[in-house]
């Protein structure tokens, strides 16, 4: 399968025409360097001819500046050597002056081109004057004749006001001494043609500086007033081609000072002309305040014009050039890109596994002269080979691997779901033991996403104690790992090595699992264990242990055995959580005053039991004492009513009253009893009298008596039936306890059952029956017959109740449905709580329940809907009076249609009479129960019978 890449789509641009491209680019880049430098070149040569030809120019125009002005002192010395002029001059007469210079004066004018002429004496009086002398000038005279007449040399001066003069002062002797001078001054206009002459352009003669001085177009004797240059404060005296020049000399004057006019030529363009400037200084002129300047201008446009012309040639000969290289380029390229241009179409056919087409394609070898392309083709020639040999063993192998990788992508979706749905931590670490991989678990449970919990230390996450590898127990141990609710969960750890070489070498999983439940239940169930979870006191079963342990030989002390009077009227007047409040507040006062001294202990229901280890007779009566004073100081309101706690204390001592937990305890109990017949001290201490020994030892014999009969398996069940007052069936019995007696008669549980809910054997008791009905129910659930049997209160108080009535009912195969198990309404409502925990856990395994003797107290309506019960057992007493008692009918009537109301059924005991059938039906109860339906009879008798002799047996009984 052939893999488009990105530069597939991309435009081709071939070898060839990147070498063209790129020589075209280096050879034009070198033409244009040429052409530049050429045209660079030119134009310095010209510049520099320009510069040569300026210089020369300024030395020819000083050396005719300095002879004209040493022409004019000559002509000055001549006239100054006159005849007459020296005497003339001597005598001081302007007319002798004037006599002496006429003859001269006419040629002076005419052929030399001298403009004034001036005589004065030797203080500088002018004594004689030819010629017209500048407007507006005032040449200072006098100064030159005293510096001629001090130095008694010719003095020549260049002055430029309205025009530029030269001046030549030359002294006139007379008899060997200076009496004058004579000045002669004429204009530069003969400077103006040769300086015209030596440049072969236009030339100007320029006067700068205050326009006070020279001529500007305020003047009213200012000739022309077009040759103001303002930006320039001066006046051209004189312009060749004044046409042509003045518009280009005032473009300059705009564009550039006059001082930069006499540093070097200064080239410019106006129009489609080139023109050069340049300016020189008068220099005697520097003494005056006004400048005077000739000015040059030249016309160099067919300069110009020849070096763009010459530039031009050299370009067009460098592109010929580049387009003759680079057509010898491409004729040499063509052949060999060509080749390559196949080569570059064929090897792609290679990744497409087209090779026939490439071994046809390329011609064979055989040329006498090779190169790199021949290498090439021959090494593309065996490429295809070797491909196609390749594609072979890969397509194989691609089988092979597509099959494995389809294993491994199962396996690994299998494990990656795995290891996301399992609720446990599973991690790996690497050899430093930070996180390499995380579970979705374990990103839940910490609350970290998992970029967060990779390479971090595994000890920092799940603050562990140690690292696995320095465990005392090798891969386990327990953690803390804090939820982003701050709840702490405990972690137990296992960590197992994973193989691997190099960096995975070290690298340890670890499967974590939550046992924070686990723990706290443990815990809970240590505490619950000698814990009574109402009051925190200690339980039966602690206080048992405890008890036994202290009974050691030669060891003294005392039990108090406390139970609350009047307790029942507290839960039926003010409700359970009022009779909860006060057994609290009992436990409560008992902790603070005995706390330190002895082992306090709830037994169940309204029961207390207190420990004294090394107690006196006296010492155990003070404490009961106490024990009076603070229960009489109990007082709570619920309700608007008002509770006191009040108890009867039994008091006996060992090893005096029993040296077991057993005895010990039958012995406190009927000191208890002693102490509610009292009535007036409310403890009672057993003394060693006749008559307590004779009932200390009667209660001892029957504690004694039902050990051995638990032990013997000596007691029996009867079964008593109820019949369904709607079709008159009996498809329900009550299953009742006898105790096998000396002489063969049956022992009635009044006898044992009180003695054994004192001393603590109930429970055993209640698991005896339990078992025992279990099996029996087993035999007789496939006749569709259900079983009730009995529990004790403190049955309710035992926490491995539940867990022992699902291990016996899966013992003995028996259909928990059919199972019915009765506690008494005092039972239930003494202990609400527990009784509605322990009766719904019965109901989860899917048991029933029953509230027997219900009715006797009142208030029993306000937890008729709490309490978690399939069967409402009336009392007997409302029962039998029935007939006669309108109060009991309204009762039975009322209990009878609240419990239809919340859907209990309904169960009438104590029946005894016929009559009482009819009525009972009308007030809608679902069953009956009592002698005249039948009494209880052996197991067999049920057994062995079936539907209808039990039918007829009860109707006898009737009878």
Known sequence: MRHRTASDDRPRFSLTWRAIVLSSLLLLGIASLFTFIGHKSLTDQFRQSRETIYQARQREYRLTTTKSAGTLAQLASLAAASDNLGGAVRSGSPTRVSLAIDPFWPTLQLDVGVDALSVLDAR???????????????????????????????????????DCRQYAVVPVLSRGTSVGVVVLSRSLADLTRVAQHMSEGDVALLVSGPPRLIVSPQASLYPHPDRYLSPWQGALLTLTNQERSMPVLREAANRIPLSRLTDRPWTFEQGERTYELTAFGLDDAARFPSTGYLVMLSDITPQVRAIRRDTRHILGLALVGWLAAEALLLLILWRPMARLRLLATLLPRLARRDFTRVREALPPGGRLYTDEIDTLERTTLQLAEQLETLEHTVSSRDRELTQRLSELSQERDFVAGLLDTAHVLILTQDARGRITLVNHFAET?????????????????????????????????????????????????FHAPLPGEGQAAGTLISVGLDITDRKHAEERLSWLAHRDPLTNLYNRRYFQESLEKALVPEARGAVLFIDLDQFKEVNELSGHNAGDQLLKLVAEALSRELGGEAVIARLGGDEFSILLKNAEEAQAGHVARRIIQVLEMIDFSVAGRRHRAMGSIGIALYPEHGMTPTDLMASADLAMYKAKENGSQRWHQLSMVHRSREELQQRVYWVERIRQALRDDDFELVLQPILHLADNSVRHYEALLRMHGDNGNPVMPGLFIPIAERSGQIVELDRWVLRHGLKLLARLQRRGISLAVNLSGQSLHDPELTGFLADALAAAGADPRRLILEVTETAAVTDFATARGVLQGIRELGCQTALDDFGVGFSSFHYLGQLPADYIKIDGSFIQKLIDSPEDRLIVKAIADIANGFG???????????????????????????????????????????????TENAHEDRR
């Open 904 to 950: 209990k059924r309904t169960i009438a005991e104590f029946v005894d009479r016929e009559s009482m059938l009819p009525l009972l039906a009308a007030y809608g109860i679902t069953y009956a129960q009592g002698f005249h339906i039948g009494r209880p009879m052996p197991v067999e008798d049920v057994i062995d019978a079936d539907g209808a002799p039990a």
């Open 445 to 493: 449970l910490s609350g970290r996403p998992r970029e967060e919990l990779l390479g971090q230390p595994f000890s920092a996450c799940f603050r562990v104690a140690q690292s696995p590898d320095t465990l005392a127990c090798p891969g386990q141990e327990e953690g803390t790992l804090v939820t982003p609710d701050d709840e702490r969960r405990t972690i137990a750890w």
């Open 124 to 162: 500088g009086t002018l004594l004689g004057q030819r010629g017209q002398p500048l407007p507006g000038d005032d040449p200072p005279l006098a100064e030159w004749t005293r510096t001629v007449m001090q130095d008694e040399q010719p003095l020549t001066q260049l002055r430029c006001v309205r």
